[in-house]
């Protein structure tokens, strides 16, 4: 199963971007890289996913590098209700081995 | 509204004394998994099902069990609880698709669990 590598945390001041990196470099060709929130001690929440091309929602941008061997996930104007810890994980599927495989995440403070 | 529904929020029990965390999806959903999270250990699988009567243990599976005999339910059952399996418990489920994509799993609020 492809690993992640992120940092533990981050800081950002509310109304500037929060850019957080993931580091895949062991990920193959068809594992998807997936971004999950979670508030607290709530249930993690789903943000975004893809394979090889940029995607963006409603919420923020996924960046994959050409090589896939990480990402970074970008919300443009964070604010205090974005603070969470924000995990990427890459998506085993086949067989018997489908789940998802969270780290330990990257808690992301907001600042006032 | 499309949701997970774990039960209970919170439990302290005893040592030994069987019990039952409930979850339920009104999604349709074919797969459903079981997490515990515990501090510096992130989320860990318990247990997932794939559908109806299909489940396999997860990275976790010892003092629990679980069942699908129906769509919608999954529940997690543990038969003697010990104390070190106290912990936040979540249930997920989600759809999948025969070519492998995956449209993310929808978690639960949670289940506090302490076993004392």
């Known amino acids: 199963d492809a690993k992640t590598t992120q940092p533990t945390s981050m800081d950002c001041a509310e109304g500037r971007a929060a850019n957080l990196p993931c580091n895949h470099s062991?990920?193959?060709?068809?594992?998807?890289v997936y971004w999950y929130r979670q508030i607290h001690s709530q249930g993690p929440q789903y943000i975004i996913h893809g394979l090889k091309n940029n995607e963006t929602n409603e919420m923020a941008s996924l960046i994959i590098t050409e090589d896939r061997k990480s990402s970074t996930w970008s919300l443009p104007h964070a604010t205090l209700r974005d603070t969470a810890v924000y995990y990427c994980i890459v998506r085993v599927y086949g067989g018997a081995t489908n789940k998802l495989i969270f780290g330990t995440g990257t808690l992301l403070a907001v600042q006032p | 509204e499309a949701q997970v529904t774990q039960n209970p929020r919170y439990l302290i029990t005893v040592t030994g004394k069987k019990l039952t965390v409930t979850c339920s999806q009104n999604?349709?959903?074919?797969?459903m998994s079981w997490y515990r999270q515990d501090p510096g250990l992130g989320l860990r699988q318990i247990y997932y099902s794939m559908n109806v009567e299909v489940t396999d243990k997860g990275d976790v599976p010892e003092g629990y069990k679980v069942s699908r005999k129906e769509k919608r339910n999954f529940p997690l059952i543990l038969e003697s609880p010990s104390p070190n399996q106290t912990s936040l418990y979540f249930c997920a489920s989600s759809f999948g698709a025969p070519s492998g994509v995956f449209y993310g799993y929808t978690f639960g609020s949670g289940t506090r669990l302490t076993v004392v």
């Open positions: 999604m349709n959903h074919e797969y």
């Open positions: 062991t990920i193959s060709g068809n594992e998807y």
